[in-house]
């Protein structure tokens, strides 16, 4: 298979780049749900963000019933909620410009998601997270409208399986 033009092969870990490389963006979708440590891996991606750059972090809403519908769950070792992802973010030394709480597509199907945009402390260029609070995990654990659209959900997926076999 021909490589696209422009893209590069750097490594298969972050050891395999050199250590003044630096990024303008780094995407981290669907990753620190499988991290040994979330946030050993967010400090050394930080180190990696130039002055500027920015780092998207998309985690499945782990607090609100994911560890029930997981089809392989061992892969999964952390559960986020916008409160646990902000404070991850933080102790690894980035700040939240932007945190929300939403029903995304992923890979097979859509599913609610934490997705959160961070700059690196002291970078100067980002506001702190501008809706001065996060939803807290109990908030989002408790949630009746997450409640009701995940039954609506589960009415609507058996509601095609059975139209698909007619």
Not at 58 to 77: D, Q, S, Y
Not at 95 to 110: A, E, K, Q, S, Y
Not at 137 to 142: L, S, Y
Not at 146 to 155: H, M, S
């Amino acid at each position: 298979m021909e490589t696209p033009s422009g893209i590069q092969y750097l490594g298969k870990t972050l050891d395999d780049l050199p250590k003044d490389q630096k990024f303008d963006l780094i995407l981290l979708s669907h990753v620190l749900e499988h991290a040994e440590s979330p946030v050993g891996l967010l400090k050394d991606l930080a180190a990696r963000l130039s002055k500027g750059g920015v780092i998207y972090v998309e985690v499945p809403l782990g607090a609100f019933r994911e560890w029930m519908r997981l089809k392989e769950p061992l892969t999964h070792i952390n559960f986020f909620s916008e409160e646990s992802l902000f404070k991850c973010m933080r102790e690894a030394g980035l700040v939240p410009i932007w945190l929300r709480t939403g029903f995304v597509w992923v890979t097979h199907g859509r599913n609610w998601c934490v997705m959160a945009v961070g700059k690196k402390e002291g970078d100067g260029e980002g506001k702190p997270y501008v809706r001065n609070r996060f939803r807290s995990t109990e908030e989002q654990m408790d949630s009746l409208f997450l409640e009701t659209i995940f039954a609506i959900g589960k009415v609507w997926e058996k509601t095609a399986a059975k139209a698909s076999h007619k």
